[in-house]
């Protein structure tokens, strides 16, 4: 509802606290336009602009009433005759008429909506009939104003103009009274109020400058006076009297602006809040905390001030370039992003970067929603084109999908349902090197846009703990719960299984163990290095580790057996499992019983980047763990690299990962069943698995048969159809000898390598890039994955290059000792003196110095 009054100003410096109410009139001359552009600019003040009958309407006036108009005033009040020669530059809507009799609205044929001023001598009758039932706003002009002529037009939904010098923000009692001539601003404004209330106050809205509630309080004649005459929160308490809000608490609150609502049955204050809060219970709003931006601004403002260094937050406000950087990355992948989630997402970083740059400024919400506002306002609207460096930009970028799409669409091969279910084929005797290289490429993994989803999911689990594990489960997992962690003992009703089962851990536990324990370094590696020097050597266990077990397309108990049992062997003091709940909310029960066994001390209900989020950091209930093992998906592979790439975490991890994969070299000795059954076990893991059948040897009759095995034994399989989806992107390469082969095979360095060859054991020298490796007939993948004793979390993407699969040294680390005698500072002091100088590190010369001094030795 438009403000029951509209003071007139003479001048923009002339502003006062009148306009506290919101709306203030000021008028234009020949050189006050900037200064009214300032003004319209205030988010807390709505601004009209009042056009002399005597200025001469030409370009230059006309140009100034756009510019105003642009930059946020909200209409202009002219005469008949200005309108009609500056209508075809500036929208009707935005005019007020000023007309000197009733008579000429009609005279004009204005329409039912147009704004219109007059005279307060016109007739009140006339004056309401004008309004239409509140369609058209209507202002009256007031030579000296009285408080019963305002109190008559206000009531009647008229708008009064007054000159500021005629309007006090004093008040009095007497309600016949004016106040050394002048009209009390309050004066104005109660006629458009109503209540209901015995008490006759009035309910009061209080909102901040974001239009978030606060609270809900009630206003009097006296109140409201008090708020307008100083400035802030004033407000009626119904059993304490006059409550200037802060006064005892320090939670004051700067009055910005004063609205009604449409039936003015309910006042709104519109405040700058400061200390703690407006509610009682020391929180901002009454209503329950922010949400939103609000929310975002009030943490950024916070944290602007009180960031500890090392923060990510005090590291944008620091450091311009990242900012900025941050910025454009955000707005760049906004832009790629096409899913309403994606969309959803990217937006939401991109506002925290945007606004943390405005925080960083000074710039509020309340300056940007003003400046939205002042941007609807405008009468002249540019063209919109981009700037040309970004328009060629994105059509640089969309032919260059458009080739790549069309470049997949070539290559990319489906296997339909009713096609035989059989592996690309390539004779790399007769193939180009670039053909036989596509064959060994592992899929491009996004690893930037996977860590753009991740990231806010650990940081919203390091700042939220156990409330953003659960609520992220939730999301996630489609579970409730109401304790993120299964804690020891495990009841054993969790872990109710077979006995065929329970046999079969068994055996799995002991041949791991007994593997592992092999690995065990128990004894202090000693060596005498020179006369008198003497290194030391000696293994200790990471004190608390962290078992990540997958869940997803397959539950994965064996890997609980793989990640839990080296450490039960390495000594470290506490294992933690995490592992996602199915959707009754409990754990895969041979999980349970694993954890039993090892004597793990709890188990995080959750997975993906949440429960990595959680080990690193830890929550109120979750341990922090010094390292996490374990595969998973792109998310928890991205949480595992994230945490280990942040100082504050001091977490380490395993290994980096990517899909599942294993490369089988077969000769034409082979059995073409146990070939199919191996490659197809790695099929089944999911349709980002790579499988390669590198053929040495073999024509092209022999190979048919392995097709022919793959197809038949595909078909009878539950997860045929993920199968399918990963045959049709896997290859058989023939090549002519085993050098060729294994030269392939090194050079893709494959998780699983198995040996289909006569005399397996003899080529083992050859093998210098593998996870694990299954020689001969008779040594399927499967049995390394549960039984055989060696590990199965092993790496992948070629991380087998540089990387050992899960053992027992991944859960300790080694520390060294070293004891020098007099003897052995006699043999290396000239050495160590000699090397600190060159260095120009002379207190570590003179640490030596010292001792071979006292010793005699210099």
Same mark, same amino acid.
């Given at each position: ?49 009042? /056009?002399?009958?005597? &200025?001469? #309407?030409? $370009?230059? +006036? ?7 108009? @642009?930059? *946020? ?105 004016? /106040?050394?001539?002048? &009209?009390? #601003?309050? $004066?104005? +404004? ?7 209330? @015995?008490? *006759? ?658």
């Amino acid at each position: 509802m438009v403000f029951p009054l509209l003071p007139y100003f003479s001048s923009p410096s002339a502003l006062s606290s009148l306009a506290v109410v919101g709306q203030a009139l000021l008028q234009l001359t020949s050189s006050n336009v900037g200064s009214l552009i300032d003004v319209s600019k205030d988010s807390s003040i709505t601004t009209f602009v009042d /056009i002399p009958s005597d &200025l001469e #309407i030409d $370009d230059s +006036l006309v140009d100034s009433i756009l510019s105003l108009l @642009n930059n *946020g005033v909200e209409g202009i009040f002219v005469s008949p005759e200005a309108a009609t020669a500056i209508l075809s530059s500036i929208p009707n809507a935005r005019l007020v008429y000023k007309l000197s009799s009733t008579d000429q609205v009609e005279q004009l044929g204005l329409s039912q909506t147009t704004s219109i001023s007059l005279p307060s001598s016109q007739p009140l009758g006339s004056l309401k009939s004008l309004t239409n039932g509140g369609k058209r706003q209507v202002y009256s002009t007031y030579e000296q104003a009285s408080k019963v002529d305002v109190s008559s037009n206000v009531s009647a939904g008229i708008t009064p103009i007054i000159s500021a010098d005629q309007l006090t923000v004093d008040y009095t009692e007497d309600e016949s009274a004016q /106040i050394d001539g002048k &009209l009390s #601003i309050v $004066d104005a +404004l109660l006629p458009a109020l109503i209540t209901d209330r @015995n008490d *006759g106050l009035y309910t009061t809205l209080v909102t901040d400058s974001a239009n978030t509630a606060l609270g809900l309080v009630y206003s009097s004649k006296k109140s409201i006076s008090e708020a307008i005459k100083t400035g802030t929160g004033v407000y009626q308490s119904r059993r304490h009297g006059l409550w200037y809000k802060g006064k005892t608490s320090g939670a004051t609150q700067k009055l910005l602006k004063i609205e009604l609502d449409c039936d003015g049955d309910c006042l709104k204050f519109i405040v700058e809040q400061s200390g703690a809060g407006f509610c009682h219970l020391d929180r901002a709003s009454c209503f329950g905390k922010a949400s939103g931006l609000s929310a975002l601004e009030q943490v950024l403002v916070d944290r602007k001030t009180n960031a500890p260094e090392g923060s990510y937050t005090k590291r944008l406000f620091d450091d311009e370039k990242l900012l900025s950087a941050k910025i454009k990355e955000e707005a760049e992948e906004l832009t790629d992003a096409t899913t309403k989630e994606e969309i959803s997402w990217e937006m939401a970083d991109l506002l925290y970067f945007a606004l943390a740059r405005c925080v960083k400024y000074g710039v509020s919400l309340a300056d940007i929603e003003k400046n939205l506002d002042t941007k609807a306002l405008k009468v002249t609207r540019r063209k919109g084109d981009a700037k040309p460096k970004f328009i060629q930009q994105e059509e640089e970028k969309a032919a260059k999908k458009s080739e790549k799409e069309t470049s997949q669409k070539s290559t990319e091969r489906v296997i339909g349902p009713d096609d035989k279910i059989v592996m690309s084929r390539v004779d790399a005797t007769t193939a180009s090197k670039a053909e036989v290289d596509a064959c060994l490429e592992r899929p491009i993994q996004k690893s930037a846009d996977i860590m753009n989803l991740v990231t806010p999911i650990v940081n919203k689990v390091k700042n939220e703990g156990d409330k953003a594990l659960l609520e992220l489960t939730a999301k996630f997992d489609r579970v409730e719960l109401t304790s993120p962690i299964l804690a020891a003992p495990f009841p054993p009703e969790l872990m109710q299984i077979s006995d065929d089962i329970k046999k079969a851990i068994d055996i799995s536990f002991e041949n791991i163990r007994v593997f592992h324990e092999a690995q065990n370094q128990t004894e202090t590696l000693t060596v005498e290095t020179c006369p008198g020097v003497t290194c030391s050597r000696f293994a200790r266990p990471i004190e608390r580790v962290g078992c990540y077990i997958p869940g997803g397309t397959a539950v994965l108990p064996s890997t609980s057996l793989m990640l839990s049992v080296p450490a039960l062997v390495a000594g470290c003091k506490d294992i933690i499992f995490a592992s996602p709940p199915g959707k009754d909310g409990k754990l895969t029960a041979e999980v349970v019983y694993v954890a039993h066994k090892v004597g793990a001390k709890c188990i995080v209900l959750a997975g993906g980047a949440q429960a990595v989020a959680a080990m690193a950091y830890g929550t109120e209930s979750v341990p922090k763990c010094d390292k996490i093992m374990g595969p998973g998906n792109q998310f928890v592979t991205a949480a595992k690299m994230l945490v280990s790439n942040d100082s504050n975490a001091m977490c380490a991890i395993d290994m980096p990962a990517g899909p599942s994969e294993v490369l089988v070299i077969a000769d034409k000795y082979a059995d073409p069943d146990f070939v199919a059954s191996d490659l197809l076990s790695q099929a089944e893991h999911g349709v980002d698995s790579q499988v390669i059948l590198i053929t040495v040897d073999m024509t092209s009759e022999e190979v048919d048969k392995i097709d022919e095995a793959v197809h038949r034994q595909a078909l009878v399989l539950p997860r045929v159809d993920i199968v399918r989806k990963c045959i049709a992107h896997s290859t058989t390469i023939q090549v002519a000898n085993f050098d060729e082969a294994f030269d392939m095979s090194n050079r893709y360095a494959p998780e699983h390598l198995i040996l289909q060859i006569e005399d397996a054991g003899s080529y083992i020298d050859k093998v210098f890039n593998a996870g694990s490796v299954f020689v001969g007939a008779y040594s399927p993948e499967s049995c390394g994955d549960y039984s055989s004793g060696t590990n199965h979390t092993l790496p992948t993407y070629g991380y087998a290059r540089m990387y050992s699969g899960v053992n027992t040294t991944t859960f300790q680390k080694f520390i060294t000792s070293q004891v020098v005698t007099p003897l052995g500072l006699q043999s290396i002091g000239k050495a160590v003196m000699d090397l600190a100088a060159v260095e120009g590190l002379d207190a570590h010369r003179n640490a030596v110095k010292v001792r071979m001094e006292k010793l005699g030795y210099i």
